[in-house]
């Protein structure tokens, strides 16, 4: 059974500290937590009591040529030698500059210059935290004209070549199939998705992230702001079949519900990934 937890979000910090409710694992923002002292730090510690502590990036810009920028590493590693987390995640994007940072996950173009870009980069964080870091496939609303690789080939490859991990978002996957149809591409959403998740080695994965999404006309937009959708479901127990009983991440941003929508979600979670082990099981 894979070890379930939920993202935890201010709204919900007295809550899960009064309940303790049965979780494998809380998720935090990293970068919410960079400031030294205070209350934000004290209540992550007062989880990190209770429950191990994922901690989840959006700002080291993984895929930046301009490198990584030292105080985001200084702080991060700081943060992770103060919490000791279960594990340390970000995503193949950049959104820095010499001059700016953008605050937005913009995906990476799948070519050998960037695939030495991000090794480079993703070497420099995993070397100053002494530990391999988890890499999250994006939700990418852009696209670039040319490409060397497909994603599950450009991931698999980082993999190898850093010894980092790799963050499975089952949701991502959807969303980017479903733009894909609007942008006029036809067939049926899940198949593009399930053949992803069929080209990435097993070895690497080291969580899955779930959430739900929102249609917004002419895009889809991964919002974490639902419960998540059957076909996202659908392509969990696929990914459980494929990559076994891998810890699983219900993710709630926007219109952050009552905690208790979040641990039903957290048991749905539990009860698709058992079934999903069982299945296989009697398959094999």
């Keep these: 059974m894979p070890a379930v ?32 002292g205070g209350a934000a730090l004290a209540v992550l510690r007062q989880g990190r009591t209770h429950y191990p502590v994922s901690l989840h990036g959006v700002g080291l810009s993984l895929g930046s040529a301009a490198g990584i920028d030292p105080w985001h590493l200084d702080q991060l590693a700081h943060l ?10 970000d995503h193949p994007s950049f959104a820095r500059g010499p001059d700016v940072h953008a605050n937005d996950l913009l995906p990476v173009p ?36 040319h490409a060397d690789m497909d994603e599950p080939a ?6 190898q070549r850093t010894g980092c991990q790799l963050l499975v978002d089952v949701n991502n ?19 593009p998705c399930r053949h992803w998740l069929d080209a990435i080695h ?32 659908t392509l969990y127990r696929h990914a459980v079949q494929r990559f076994g009983a891998v810890p699983t991440l ?17 048991d749905r979670a539990r009860s698709v990934a058992l079934h999903a082990l069982s299945t296989e099981t009697l398959a094999a």
């Design 110 to 145: 799948l070519t050998h210059a960037a695939l030495d870009a991000l090794c480079a980069n993703v070497n420099r964080v995993q070397d100053r935290l002494r530990r391999p870091i988890a890499v999250e496939n994006l939700s990418a609303y852009v696209q670039w004209r």
């Design 154 to 159: 450009f991931l698999n490859t980082l993999a």
């Design 250 to 266: 219900i993710e709630w941003d926007t219109d952050v519900p009552a905690l208790d929508v979040l641990l039903d979600e957290a």
């Design 5 to 36: 937890g939920i993202g935890w979000r201010p709204p919900h910090y007295a809550a899960l500290l009064a309940q303790q409710p049965a979780l494998g694992f809380i998720e935090v923002h990293a970068e919410n937590f960079f400031a030294p």
């Design 80 to 89: 992770v030698q103060t919490i000791e987390p279960v594990r340390v995640s």
């Design 202 to 233: 097993p070895a690497h994965v080291a969580e899955l992230h779930l959430a739900g999404h929102a249609h917004c006309g002419d895009i889809v937009i991964d919002d974490h702001g639902s419960r998540v959708i059957d076909e996202v479901w």
């Design 173 to 191: 996957l959807y969303v980017n199939a479903l733009n894909a149809q609007l942008r006029g591409e036809t067939g049926e959403p899940l198949h």
